[in-house]
Structure formats: C-alpha cells, structure tokens
C-alpha cells in the first residue's frame, strides 16, 4: 500500500500532506491523554513491532502479496491517537531511509495508511465492544474484525485519491475492484496477525492494551427496588503475569528475530497495490525515490553481497531506528503531559 512518487499529482498530494500534518498535530495532543507510565514505552515498541512485520509480506493470491498496514493494532493497543503518531513514524522511517513510498506522497501514505486504517479500525472496534459481552475475548475478536475491514477502508481511500488525482487515464471502476478485492484478502492476513498480538498482551499484561480498558461490569445496588450503578471506585491494581520491562523486552526482541531472520522467507511477489498498479498501468509515471540511493534502499545494506545477511541487517537497523524514533517522540509527548498536569497547573498557581 505504500504509494511511490508520481502516482497522485502534485496539487492532490499537496492537500493530503496539508491533512496529514494536521491529523498528525491533532494526534500529538490527543496522545497526551492517552500515553502514561505504563503505554509510553510501548507505543515506541509498537511502531518497532509494526515496521518489523511490514517486512514480512505472505501471499493472497496468485503472484501477489500483502503484509500488516498496522493502524488498527496500533489504535487497539496504544489508543487511536498514539495510533496514527505510530504508523506515521514508520511510515516515515520507510521513506527516508528504505525509498519505500515515495517523499512527495508521504501525506498520501500517511492519509491512506495511518489515518484511514487507525480510524476505521477503532470505530470498527469500539462499535464491536459495545454489543459483545464485556470479557477479554471480546476484545481479541473486536481486533480480528476491525483489522480486516481497516484494510479494504484504505484501498477505498487509496482508489478515492487516485480518482481526484492520478496521473494516469485509467477506469477509475477498475482500479475500485481490483484494489479493494485483493485488499479483501489481505485484510484477513491483518486480522490474523492482529488478533493473535492483541491476544498475546491481554494474555500477560491486559492492563497494557488502551482498548481492553474498563471492560469490568459495573457493580450493581438495589436501591428502592430498582438497580443502579454503583458508585466508581478507585480500580483495583490487576495482578501482573509478567513486568513491563518483560514485556519490552520481549517485544523488542520478537521484532528483530522477525525483521533481521523471518524476513528472509516473506513472500518476493508484488503486494497488492504493486500489482494492481502494474496491470492497470498506474505505474506508467511513476518516478524514482528520492532516496534511492540510500545504503538501506530496498531493505538492504548496500556493498553486502550476502542477500540473506544483507535484508537481516537492513531489518535489525529499521527496527532499531524506529524504536529510537518513536520512543523518543512519545517521551516527549508524555513529558508534555506531565508538565500539563504539574502541582502548579493543577493548583492554579
């Protein structure tokens, strides 16, 4: 899904970076609420998380592929808004420093993958929660549900953009069926891959996972005959499994055995918008990267022969990069919101 340079034009890809910047500020002060002592550390490893399995394309049909677009497990594990700052920094660190989409279609990239599938994956979540019963299982097939149609939502997005601004004279209804059918498929790879990682941390640490909070039942009271809540009390601590140093550490480690060694078995076939671009001729004016001649270009170290150690390499870098990046925003996003809510704030001094 990642769009190269040269497939929307300029004016078009002006207005979704202007929409993008701002999705971006709005989510910077949306995820001051959202991150605290506990989810600030992993919002960075789930940026890493996701850049590592993005790596890992699987087959969906006959000479293509999909991989993990990211933005409902993002919103699902570290909230919505945390969400779209997540799959931006991949989104990010892909382009600069693996020419994986193009720069001029970075507010493309970032509208279509970021904020479509963050937000439609947690409306499609939300909504869920609210008719199934109120268990942690819920939640595990909330995920799997919105996940899937989180990726079908971008490819309409995607098909949306290119409608208003393409480069190409292309049947705008053939791109529409050829992208959100093979995006069909790849959704239920999504839904797969989020429903066991979302699963795999309520598991061990539910109290980590933004979208499995509050699921307790309200105690009820009779009162008058008549039963109401009662009233909110201060929530009981939830008995950890496993440390959230464990936890990290885990995760960190998961992500750089899947970017530096599983990544060498993903499937070498286009993914879904490289092969609908190739046989509906979007591709036709497509430039080259601007980072092309990065070292890590294409997911490999330049001047490493080693095809094998060359990609692991690459991968193990990628995700080192992220986690730094993304660890560091949320650092200061949540020492924002500490300094929002200092004694002196909070006093009116």
Known sequence: MHVPDGFINAPTSAVTAVVAAGAVAVSLRG???????????????VAAFIFAVQMLNFPVAA??????????????????????????????????LFADGGLTALGVNITDMAIVTTVVGYAVFR??????????????VASFV?????????????????AIGGTTDVSIGKVATAMIGVHVLIGI?????????????IAVRPDLVHGARGLEPRLKLRVAGDLVDAPVAAPVPVAAR???????????????????????????????????????????????HASADSPLADYGVKDVENARLSGGLAGVIGVGVTVVAGSTVFWAVRRRRTADVSPSASTGV
């Open 31 to 45: 995820a001051r609420r959202e991150l605290d002592e506990r989810t600030a550390p992993l919002a960075g490893l």
């Open 63 to 96: 000479g293509t592929s999909g991989h993990l677009l990211g933005g409902a497990l993002a919103a699902i594990l570290v909230g919505p808004y945390t969400g779209v700052l997540c799959v931006s920094v991949v989104l990010l660190m892909q382009g600069i």
């Open 127 to 140: 909504g869920l929660l609210k008719v199934l019963p109120r268990k942690r299982r819920s939640v595990t």
């Open 146 to 162: 919105a996940a899937l149609l989180s990726v079908p939502a971008a490819a309409v997005a995607f098909t949306a953009m290119y």
């Open 189 to 201: 790879g999504e839904a797969v891959i989020t429903a066991l990682t979302v699963g795999a941390v």
């Open 242 to 288: 496993t440390s959230r140093r464990t936890v990290w550490i885990t995760g960190l480690v998961t992500s750089l055995v899947l970017a530096g060694f599983v990544s060498f078995y993903a499937s070498a076939n286009p993914d879904g918008l490289e092969k609908v671009a190739h046989d509906k001729g979007i591709d036709r004016k497509a430039e080259q």
